[in-house]
C-alpha cells in the first residue's frame, strides 16, 4: 500500500516463461496484489506464477481455458482487481521490457488525483531513443501521430506504450465489452477514456529490448489497424461531438465536411464532363467547386483546433 492507497499489478502472459518470474521477483513489496493472467500460454507462464504464489501470498494466477490477446488478458485482471477494491491498477508485461524501477512514478499523478491514466513514453529522452531500433522508432513516431488524431490525446506520445497505470475511478467508467481484447487494447483504451473525459499523463522512462519473443504478427497488424483506427476515430467524434455535447466543433463538422466532399465530387465531374466533351468549364462553375472545398477545408481544421483544445485536462470532482 502506498500513501493509503490500494495498488494492484496486472501482467497479462503469454509465451514469457523464461521471465516471468524475474519480473515478479523486481516487484515492489509496496504492491497489494499481483495478478497474473496466463493466456491459454503454450509454456505454461501461469504454473510458473502459480509455483512462486506459495510463498507470495500477494499472488493470484488466472488461467484462461481459450486465448483472449493481451487486451482480453487485462481485463481479467481488471475485473480481479476492481474485486479487491484496489485504487490503482498497474499494467506491466510479462517479458522484462519494463522497469518496475518507474512504479513510483507512474502512480504519483493518480495518488495526487491530477491524472485518471498514466503511461509510458520512451520519447520524452533523446539518449533513451539510442537503445530503439530505427525502423521501430520511425513507425512508432507515424503511429503516433495517427493515434493522436484517432484518440484526441494530441498532448501524448507513444499510445500504444503498455506500461501504464489507471485510477478504479476511470476503470469505473470504462464499458469493458467494448474495449478490443487483441493488440489493438492499448489504442483503444485512450479512445474511451477520451470519450469520458479522463486526463492522461505521459510519463518518461526508457527502452528495455532483450530476448523475449513476441507474438504480434506484423501483416495482421496492417489489414486490421487501419479499419478499426477509421472505426474508433468516428466513434470518438459522435460522442465527444454529437451526443454527449453539441458545440462550435460540431457545427463545423456537419457544415464543413458535406461542403468540402460536394465541391470534390461536383469538381471531379466537372473536369471529366468538359475533357469528355471538349467543354471548357465557366468560372462560375469552377467557383461553385473551388469555394466549398476552400469553405469546407476551413470549418475541418476550426473543428481540429477545438478538438485539440478540449484535451481532458483538469480532473473531475464527479464520481
Known amino acids: 500500500m502506498v500513501e493509503n492507497n490500494s495498488i494492484a499489478i496486472v501482467i497479462p502472459s503469454y509465451k514469457v516463461s523464461s521471465h516471468i518470474a524475474q519480473v515478479i521477483a523486481t516487484l515492489p513489496a509496496s504492491i497489494d496484489h499481483i495478478i497474473v493472467v496466463d493466456d491459454m500460454c503454450p509454456e505454461k507462464s501461469g504454473m510458473i506464477a502459480?509455483?512462486?504464489?506459495?510463498?507470495?501470498?500477494?499472488?493470484?494466477?488466472?488461467?484462461?481455458?481459450?486465448?483472449?490477446?493481451?487486451?482480453?488478458?487485462?481485463?481479467s485482471g481488471y475485473y480481479a482487481a476492481m474485486d479487491k477494491n484496489c485504487d490503482i491498477v498497474?499494467?506491466?508485461?510479462?517479458?522484462?521490457?519494463?522497469?518496475?524501477?518507474?512504479?513510483?512514478a507512474l502512480i504519483e499523478p493518480l495518488k495526487k488525483n491530477k491524472a485518471d491514466y498514466t503511461k509510458g513514453c520512451r520519447f520524452s529522452n533523446p539518449e533513451t531513443l539510442r537503445n530503439m531500433p530505427k525502423i521501430r522508432l520511425f513507425g512508432n513516431s507515424m503511429l503516433s501521430f495517427i493515434l493522436k488524431v484517432c484518440s484526441g490525446y494530441w498532448n501524448v506520445m507513444d499510445p500504444t506504450n503498455g506500461y501504464t497505470a489507471i485510477s478504479i475511478r476511470a476503470l469505473?467508467?470504462?464499458?469493458?465489452?467494448?474495449?478490443?481484447?487483441?493488440?489493438?487494447?492499448?489504442?483503444?483504451?485512450?479512445?474511451?477514456?477520451?470519450?469520458?473525459?479522463?486526463?492522461?499523463?505521459?510519463i518518461a522512462m526508457p527502452s528495455i529490448y532483450g530476448d523475449e519473443k513476441s507474438s504480434l504478427r506484423v501483416g495482421n497488424i496492417l489489414l486490421k489497424f487501419p479499419f478499426l483506427l477509421t472505426k474508433r476515430f468516428f466513434k470518438r467524434i459522435f460522442y465527444k461531438f454529437f451526443l454527449f455535447d453539441f458545440n462550435m466543433a460540431s457545427v463545423y463538422i456537419i457544415t464543413g465536411l458535406p461542403m468540402f466532399i460536394f465541391g470534390t465530387l461536383f469538381g471531379i465531374y466537372r473536369w471529366i464532363y468538359g475533357s469528355m466533351h471538349q467543354e471548357i468549364n465557366s468560372t462560375g462553375t469552377i467557383m461553385l467547386s473551388i469555394l466549398p472545398i476552400i469553405l469546407g477545408i476551413q470549418f475541418i481544421l476550426q473543428a481540429i483546433q477545438i478538438d485539440i483544445s478540449s484535451i481532458p485536462k483538469k480532473m473531475d470532482d464527479e464520481e
Not at 488461467?63 to 483472449?68: D, G, R, V
Not at 498497474?90 to 513510483?104: A, E, N, R, S, W
Not at 489493438?184 to 479522463?198: A, G, Q, R, T
Open 50 to 75: 502459480q509455483q512462486i504464489a506459495v510463498n507470495d501470498p500477494r499472488i493470484q494466477v488466472i488461467f484462461h481455458e481459450k486465448n483472449q490477446g493481451v487486451g482480453g488478458a487485462v481485463i
Open 172 to 202: 469505473k467508467k470504462l464499458r469493458f465489452e467494448h474495449l478490443s481484447k487483441r493488440y489493438f487494447f492499448e489504442s483503444d483504451m485512450l479512445v474511451h477514456l477520451n470519450i469520458y473525459n479522463c486526463v492522461v499523463r505521459d
Open 90 to 104: 498497474i499494467k506491466m508485461d510479462g517479458d522484462g521490457q519494463m522497469d518496475p524501477g518507474f512504479i513510483p
